[in-house]
Every structure is written in C-alpha cells, then in structure tokens.
T-cell receptor
C-alpha cells in the first residue's frame, strides 16, 4: 500500500515567491496533519483536518500560511509570500481517527529552501 | 514552547548495548508515543503507551510512563547498527494534537 505521498520532495525558491506543498494521505484515513521541522524549533504542528475540515490551526505561524483540504485525498499548504525563515522540512501525516490510540503515518517530507 | 524535553540530546553506544532515552512533558496527556526518524526521512511510529499504563513492551523496545513526574523512557535492548536514528516522544494532548519532544540522536557503533 502507498503511504503518505508528498510533493515536491525538494523546493528551492526565492524570497517573495509563492510556494505550494502537496499531500495525499493514506486512503481511508480521515485525519490529516501538517508539521514543520527545523533545528531550532523541532517538530511543530501547524494545522490538522478531520474529514476535510480544519480543526486546529493555532500552529500556523502567520497569515502568509494557508492550508486547504478540498477532498479526502488531497491537501495543500501554501506560503505566500515566502521568506528565508520559512526554510524547513514540512511533513504531512494522516491517521484514522478512532479514539485515543490513533497512530499518525508520516510522509517523506518536503525540504523547502527560501533564498 | 509547548514541546517537551528529551534527554540526552545525543547518545552513542556500541552495538549490542542497551540504549535508554528519557522524555518529559508539560501538561496532562491521553497517551504518549515514540517515533523514530532516519536521516532525511519521515517519522515512523514505534510504540504507544496510554496514560493509565505504566510499562509496555514491543520486541526490543520497552517504554515506561510516570504521569506523576510527567516523564517517559524508551529502552532499546541489544542495539543494532540499524537502530541509528533520531527518536522522538510525542504526547497526545486533547483529542488528536501530538506535541513532540526535541528528540535524541542515537548512534550505534559497530
């Protein structure tokens, strides 16, 4: 079975440009999570969705960040405009919400570099 | 920061030895989970312990949880070179929000 799929795997862009990261969760999973990992701050939850509905976006750093989940098999994380401090690895994870023992399955990540 | 702390930040041992990593968290939890991350990869779930459990085993892994001290430990017995990775604890706060520790980088020397 395919795991969580993220694209692109690497993205290099210039400050001010729009960046869109994509995620396809595991089929049948109803929860999707976006994380950011940096050396300084570790792994941070940005936002998560249940049944395509955003539940908690308190981790989204600024209005420059937005996330959508138009259907159960696709989500995007957009940064507009991007800044050098957005450079990080962005992970998408999905789970089947079933109670207090949910396991999250992570994608391989997108390494973003903003010059 | 809402993140917990892990100790040590880095650990280097010889193959065959046991590795112990500790984790502390800050708020009440529903469960605590441990994940492994190989270099350049995503995180992989290892084991979950519920808040009403004190110890759990899975293969060479043993996890303990002390909710009174808000701490957990992960023991890997008979370590192998393939165990070289970063290990993260994650506390489940609320229904689905995982808060990750800073991680322990484990190196197993052959």
């Amino acid at each position: 079975d395919a795991g969580v799929i993220q694209s692109p795997r690497h993205e290099v862009t210039e400050m001010g440009q729009e960046v869109t990261l994509r995620c396809k969760p595991i089929s049948g999973h109803n929860s999707l999570f976006w994380y950011r990992q940096t050396m300084m701050r570790g792994l941070e939850l940005l936002i998560y969705f249940n049944n395509n509905v955003p539940i908690d976006d308190s981790g989204m750093p600024e209005d420059r960040f937005s996330a959508k989940m138009p259907n159960a098999s696709f989500s995007t994380l957009k940064i507009q405009p991007s800044e050098p401090r957005d450079s990080a690895v962005y992970f998408c994870a999905s789970s089947l919400q079933s109670g207090s023992t949910d396991t999250q399955y992570f994608g391989p990540g997108t390494r973003l570099t903003v010059l | 920061s809402q993140q917990g702390e892990e100790d040590p930040q880095a650990l280097s041992i010889q193959e065959g030895e046991n590795a112990t990593m500790n984790c502390s968290y800050k708020t009440s939890i529903n469960n605590l989970q441990w994940y492994r991350q190989n270099s350049g990869r995503g995180l992989v779930h290892l084991i979950l312990i519920r808040s009403n459990e004190r110890e759990k085993h899975s293969g060479r892994l043993r996890v303990t949880l002390d909710t009174s001290k808000k701490s957990s430990s992960l023991l890997i017995t008979a370590s192998r070179a393939a165990d070289t990775a970063s290990y993260f604890c994650a506390s489940l706060q609320g229904a689905q929000k995982l808060v990750f520790g800073q991680g322990t980088r484990l190196t197993i020397n052959p």
